[in-house]
C-alpha cells in the first residue's frame, strides 16, 4: 500500500471554477501536510502546507485537513488556465520528521 | 524564502562517462539534502538522503556505487552518476528545508538537472 495515494487525473475543469485535489495518506502518524505544483518539464514549487485538523487559506488556494479520515484536500478557487499542472500532496510523520513521501500526483487541466 | 540552486539544468554525455550534479543551498544551511529522480509522466522517486560530514542513506534499489553523493559542507551535495547508461536519462532533482527557524516548512527543490545519456 502506497504511503499517499493521489488520482492521477486528468481533472479538468472550466476557467473560473473551483478545482478539488485529494490525497488519502495511510500512516496515522503523519504529521505535516504539503502541496506542491509541477509544470511540465519543471521542479516542483511548494504552495501550502498544513498542520492542524480543518482549513488553510492562502489567496485562491485552500488546504483542508482531516486527520481522522487521512485525507487532505486542496482547492482553487477561480482556477486559471495558469494553474494548468500537475499538483503533488505530500506528507512526512513522526517516525523520520525529514523524509517527506510524495503521492503520484494529479493533473489538472483549466479550459480556457 | 529558502532558495536552493542545481546545476547544471541539463546535460547530454556519452554511455560510460560519469556526470555531476551540484546542489547548493543558497541562504540557509542543510544538514540534510534528498535526491530524486523522475521519469516522464511518472512521480518523484526518492533515490537518497544526503547527510552532510557523513555517508548517503540510499533507498531500495539504488545503487550506491553508480549513484555517489558527496555532502561536504553544509551548503552543497552533489551527485555522481558514474558509468552512465541510456536508461539513466532522467530529471534528477534536489531538495533541502531550512530548518534553522525551527519551523516546518516544506521541502524547496532544486529546478533540476535533464541528464540524457546517449
Known amino acids: 500500500q502506497k504511503e499517499v495515494e493521489q488520482n492521477s487525473g486528468p481533472l479538468s475543469v472550466p476557467e473560473g471554477a473551483i478545482a478539488s485535489l485529494n490525497c488519502t495518506y495511510s500512516d496515522r502518524v503523519s504529521q505535516s501536510f504539503f502541496w506542491y505544483r509541477q509544470y511540465s518539464g519543471k521542479s516542483p514549487e511548494l504552495i501550502m502546507s498544513i498542520y492542524s485538523n480543518g482549513d488553510k487559506e492562502d489567496g485562491r488556494f485552500t488546504a483542508q485537513l482531516n486527520k481522522a479520515s487521512q485525507y487532505v484536500s486542496l482547492l482553487i478557487r477561480d482556477s486559471q488556465p495558469s494553474d494548468s499542472a500537475t499538483y503533488l500532496c505530500a506528507v512526512n510523520t513522526l517516525y523520520n520528521f525529514n523524509k517527506f513521501y510524495f503521492g503520484s500526483g494529479t493533473k489538472l487541466n483549466v479550459k480556457p | 524564502g529558502a532558495v536552493v540552486s542545481q546545476h547544471p539544468s541539463w546535460v547530454i554525455c556519452k554511455s560510460g562517462t560519469s556526470v555531476k550534479i551540484e546542489c547548493r543551498s543558497l541562504?540557509?544551511?542543510?544538514?540534510?539534502m534528498f535526491w530524486y529522480r523522475q521519469f516522464p509522466k511518472q512521480s518523484l522517486m526518492l533515490m537518497a538522503t544526503s547527510n552532510e560530514g557523513s555517508k548517503a542513506t540510499y533507498e531500495q534499489g539504488v545503487e550506491k556505487d553508480k549513484f555517489l553523493i558527496n555532502h561536504a559542507s553544509l551548503t552543497l551535495s552533489t551527485l555522481t552518476v558514474t558509468s552512465a547508461h541510456p536508461e539513466d536519462s532522467s530529471f534528477y532533482i534536489c531538495?533541502?528545508?531550512?530548518?534553522?527557524?525551527?519551523?516546518?516548512?516544506?521541502?524547496?527543490f532544486g529546478s533540476g538537472t535533464r541528464l540524457t545519456v546517449v
Open positions: 531538495s533541502a528545508r531550512d530548518t534553522g527557524t525551527g519551523r516546518n516548512y516544506g521541502y524547496t
Open positions: 541562504d540557509f544551511q542543510a544538514t540534510t
